[in-house]
């Protein structure tokens, strides 16, 4: 074996280290901040996800529940599990759509408006307690949001019919 030839093993098999991959890096990301974010919510009565819900309700009420599930990329599925206990918890109110009979909006109740101002600590609380600073937090949030738009713009790639080297595999 030539030292090409090793030296392309050896990044190969370099690059598929667990501790390299990427997938893995986030999920173990993923699950670390939503953990680090739950004693912070506890205090709000909130689970992460029922937190993202109130954050789509609080920048604007109503909504229907294909708005919230687009704007969380979330199946409508997922979504209304979370919108009961909301419910439940006095939040939110679930009604039909003015205009629309098929569409269920969701709104915020009195209550649910309020729990906004104790939110506020959060973003704040979560920095300090991750020990980053407001252009540490942009500039991850910057590479994420790039990452995203990479994924979706992958996926619209295969969609189509292209493979990863760029050739149309539609027709073939």
Not at 94 to 113: C, I, M, Y
């Amino acid at each position: 074996m030539n030292q090409r030839s090793a030296a392309a093993i050896e990044a190969s098999d370099e690059d598929l280290l667990l501790e390299h991959q990427l997938c893995f890096a986030l999920t173990v990301a993923s699950r670390s901040v939503v953990g680090a974010y739950k004693p912070v919510l506890d205090t709000l009565g909130l689970t992460h996800p029922q937190y993202l819900v109130m954050l789509c309700l609080w920048e604007s009420s109503p909504r229907t529940v294909r708005d919230i599930s687009d704007a969380l990329a979330q199946e409508p599925a997922t979504i209304s599990p979370l919108l009961r206990r909301l419910e439940a918890a006095g939040y939110i109110t679930r009604g039909r759509a003015a205009g629309n009979e098929r569409a269920l909006a969701v709104g915020l109740t009195p209550s649910g408006a309020a729990l906004r101002q104790r939110a506020t600590a959060v973003p704040g609380t979560m920095m300090e307690r991750l020990g980053l600073t407001r252009d540490q937090v942009g500039a991850l949030h910057q590479a994420m949001t790039d990452l995203i738009a990479a994924t979706r713009a992958a996926a619209e790639r295969d969609a189509a019919g292209w493979d990863n080297t760029g050739e149309d595999t539609a027709g073939a």
